[in-house]
């Protein structure tokens, strides 16, 4: 045998190999949805923990957040936001009064993602809920509504490139209302 | 070196391959769970927003979905049974007082999976509970329960099998009380 | 072509196949996220569902759980907590008063897992919540907090090797407040 037909058959094995691990890891679903996931939760503890590095971080640059106050256009202006959201909360945790014992902070949970991968870019729909306290300290749901996103992969990571958020509660902003730009 | 030695060593390289890839892609539970994680997604969707074409969907065609008004055995019975859940969403809200404000839709939240698969087939189990609002527009939980849930893969397509829906608030159908037929 | 050389091409091609299997599957961040998913809903149903055995099954034998009530160390520790815990509830339920009708349970719900994977140890963190129900039968949102989670991987399952509950509704076990020793 010829040592050329035998680094091609070798070549070929490693062709068919090369595609059959990228059919399980490049173009996985579950590897994209569980990174989507994480993303996801990565939003939620920036937001509920007041950390805009982390909150604009989820954004690719030119991400666009469509929320209940407004359209915010790339990292710019999404942090802008955020952090303004970010500068009240803390001024009204330190207006408080003190002679009550130490509110307790919102809370948002995330469920029923529905995705959708395509290649290098995903769409899905998430449910999210708040819950927080009312003045006697107990807890209640404040809100729901859903997300309707658009994500893409930069670098090998995740973002999102369009966040719309649904709430059920603010007139315009429901679901069959609003809808994305 | 003989050629079918050769192409007997290639043979078993890429056999050897076939298998590796096989438990990476075809037999990973992150795979089926993230498939399965979409359909009870997918699910939900359709029950809330009122979607009897995708509700059915879910199911295999011999599906079986016990629920608290009784049990639906296949597609056809599963489909009469939740367009007569959409069309009554449907007259209560076409004959809802006007001088009201919109009402605020329910949402379903599905939480803690506990997934076992085993081949082509699959059982699962699944919290559930639902979000309303009273007369106010304030939120709440109306209900909560489980799913216990057996799967099967049907032309790559994980479906419901079997669905029995386990409500704590409903007599004869709580945990431990109720059972799958 | 020598019977040597040919041989270790065979063997390149499998080390590279080997690799590139590993790291489709080993090292897959959706196959490690999956498990310790199903752990964390293992977890949640037998705490709810009063399964001592499950319970003490979720974490290494040397796991650490920090609660409001103390820090067990071990297996051991943690049997004697959780199987009085589940006394209690049983003796509970045996000495209620039974003129009124059965009392609905409560349940836990968890979301917003952020997990991040290094080898076979990860660390993570997720919100809980609880449902009860009120003399009413009225459910409701009873605590809220977060699980601040130590897993570890042993004969190739994932256990929590600590487990911190962090509860907003208790004094000195809130966000901020409570630290894992």
């Given at each position: 045998?010829?040592?050329?037909?035998?680094?091609?058959?070798?070549l070929?094995?490693?062709?068919?190999?090369?595609?059959?691990?990228?059919?399980?890891?490049?173009?996985?679903?579950?590897?994209?949805?569980?990174?989507?996931?994480?993303?996801?939760?990565?939003?939620?503890?920036?937001?509920d923990l007041?950390?805009?590095?982390?909150?604009v971080?989820?954004?690719?640059?030119?991400?666009?957040?469509?929320?209940?106050?407004?359209?915010?256009r790339?990292?710019?202006?999404?942090?802008?936001?955020?952090?303004?959201?970010?500068?009240?909360?803390?001024?009204?945790?330190?207006?408080?009064d003190?002679?009550?014992?130490?509110?307790?902070?919102?809370?948002?949970?995330?469920?029923?993602?529905?995705?959708?991968?395509?290649?290098?870019?995903?769409?899905?729909?998430?449910?999210?809920?708040?819950?927080?306290?009312?003045?006697?300290?107990?807890?209640?749901?404040?809100?729901?509504?859903?997300?309707?996103?658009?994500?893409?992969?930069?670098?090998?990571?995740?973002?999102?490139?369009?966040?719309?958020?649904?709430?059920?509660?603010?007139?315009?902003?429901?679901?069959?209302?609003?809808?994305?730009?």
């Open positions: 045998m010829k040592k050329n037909t035998f680094i091609s058959g070798c070929a094995v490693m062709i068919c190999c090369l595609v059959m691990t990228n059919t399980a890891l490049g173009a996985s679903y579950a590897e994209d949805r569980a990174e989507i996931e994480n993303l996801m939760s990565v939003y939620i503890y920036a937001l007041k950390d805009p590095d982390a909150y971080g989820t954004f690719t640059e030119d991400g666009v957040l469509n929320h209940a106050g407004g359209i915010e790339g990292r710019a202006e999404i942090r802008e936001f955020i952090e303004n959201n970010a500068a009240n909360a803390r001024r009204a945790m330190e207006n408080r003190r002679s009550k014992p130490r509110p307790i902070p919102s809370r948002h949970l995330i469920d029923n993602l529905e995705l959708h991968i395509n290649g290098d870019t995903a769409t899905g729909r998430a449910y999210w809920s708040s819950m927080s306290v009312d003045e006697n300290r107990q807890p209640h749901i404040s809100e729901y509504g859903f997300y309707e996103d658009e994500y893409r992969r930069v670098n090998g990571k995740w973002l999102f490139s369009k966040r719309l958020i649904v709430n059920e509660f603010r007139p315009g902003r429901e679901y069959g209302v609003v809808s994305a730009e």
